[in-house]
Nanobody, 114 residues
Framework: QVQLVESGGGLVQAGGSLRLSCVASGSFFRFYAMGWYRQAPGNQRELVAI???????NYADSVKGRFTISRDNAKNTVYLQMNSLKPEDTAVYYCNAKFSGEFWGQGTQVTVSS
């Protein structure tokens, strides 16, 4: 069982920035593929960004150029730096880990006001 704990969400104005963090339990973090997903009320949960164990990244078109996913294997932590935030970025953001199984955090709320 992998436990994931997100933090860093909050309320910001459009154009502002936030950095989300996700701390994972276990001794195999360096092997996990990590991702950030988000879900707004009434919407499907959607992929925001992923980073594989080798460091390659992929982003949703809607956040490309504004968000950056990174990882610190020594801290068992994955980050999502969010810049130039827009109201449409408002959602609950979930951390995801894939390593044989798939695991989710409980989410952190990001609200962007106009």
């Amino acid at each position: 069982q992998v436990q994931l704990v997100e933090s860093g969400g909050g309320l910001v104005q459009a154009g502002g920035s936030l950095r989300l963090s996700c701390v994972a339990s276990g001794s195999f973090f360096r092997f996990y593929a990590m991702g950030w997903y988000r879900q707004a009320p009434g919407n499907q949960r959607e992929l925001v960004a992923i980073i594989i164990s080798g460091g390659d990244t992929n982003y949703a078109d809607s956040v490309k150029g504004r968000f950056t996913i990174s990882r610190d294997n020594a801290k068992n932590t994955v980050y999502l730096q969010m810049n130039s935030l827009k109201p449409e970025d408002t959602a609950v953001y979930y951390c995801n880990a894939k390593f044989s199984g798939e695991f989710w955090g409980q989410g952190t709320q990001v609200t962007v006001s106009s």
